[in-house]
């Protein structure tokens, strides 16, 4: 059920790490309910409980200024379960790592990587204390895989690649997946060197999954929806053109499709295809 009673500042603490099979975490730090985090506000978009008053009023803010952001969130989560099928089935990483991963939904990335290939090991990233309360949903792997959980901010690359060693071999391709996460870095932060960070930890034939809200389609309504959004939320965001977003992958080859509409990226039917988005998003592979 939705959890609306105030239980303390948000004490966010780096650190807290543990994998499927491990038990809880030590100590999970207090939520903070006075101010809207965007994992509970799309995990609210998404149609799900975990979310606080304050979240549910930023998220119908952005719905009033943006209508067809339900849909896009949507159809974001798919760009996942299909970049994720695709990599596991097809391009054969058997090693994830979901950096901003938000609150546990359907197709999470252990879930798809392991309907595919049982003996997948994922490691999630977020910074949201919600998160972490309910990683014990995000571990239940395989027993032939693994999962892993770390409670870090995505500009932490150093604590991220450090932990996420205990459960990936970074001498062997992995899949970093980016999925609307790098707008709450802002450009005097320089995204493009967090995730250029990220990378090179990552061997040839590792893989990079983006995605990231666009300012360059719908621009009056995504801008009205940006302003309602910053104006009341803690993390503030920043929309990105497609040149911006294509920014991410440079020195990879993207593959085909390109970085494009992520409804757009290899659909699995024509319902998929017609789903309306204003997100871009790409796979590319580090050569």
Not at 64 to 77: F, H, I, K, W
Request: charged share 20%; hydrophobic share 45%.
């Amino acid at each position: 059920m939705a959890q609306d009673d105030v239980a303390g500042d948000d004490a966010s603490r780096d650190g807290h790490w543990f994998e499927a099979g491990g038990g809880e975490p030590a100590e999970v730090p207090d939520f903070d309910v006075r101010s809207a985090h965007i994992a509970r506000v799309y995990d609210y978009w998404l149609g799900g409980k975990d979310n606080f008053v304050v979240d549910r009023q930023v998220g119908d803010q952005a719905l009033e200024a943006y209508p067809g952001l339900a849909q896009s969130v949507r159809a974001n989560r798919a760009f996942l379960a299909r970049a994720v099928r695709f990599l596991a089935e097809e391009a054969g990483i058997r090693q994830f790592l979901d950096v901003g991963t938000g609150l546990p939904s359907s197709n999470n990335t252990h879930e798809v990587a392991q309907s595919v290939a049982p003996d997948a090991r994922i490691v999630y990233v977020d910074n949201d204390p919600m998160v972490l309360a309910h990683a014990r949903a995000l571990l239940t792997s395989t027993r032939e895989g693994a999962c892993g959980y770390l409670h870090a901010d995505a500009r932490d690359t150093a604590q991220i690649i450090e932990y996420a060693s205990r459960l990936l071999d970074f001498s062997r391709p992995v899949a970093i997946m980016l999925i609307a996460v790098l707008q709450f870095i802002p450009d005097s932060e320089d995204p493009w060197a967090v995730t250029s960070r990220l990378l090179s930890a990552a061997p040839p034939g590792s893989y990079l999954v983006v995605s990231h809200p666009t300012r360059d389609i719908e621009t009056s309504q995504v801008s009205e929806f940006a302003q309602r959004y910053n104006a009341s939320a803690a993390e503030q965001a920043t929309w990105r053109t497609q040149a911006e977003v294509t920014r991410f992958f440079d020195g990879l080859r993207v593959l085909d499709p390109g970085v494009v509409l992520v409804p757009d990226w290899r659909p699995r039917n024509a319902a998929e295809a017609a789903t309306h988005a204003a997100m871009w998003g790409g796979v590319a592979i580090k050569g």
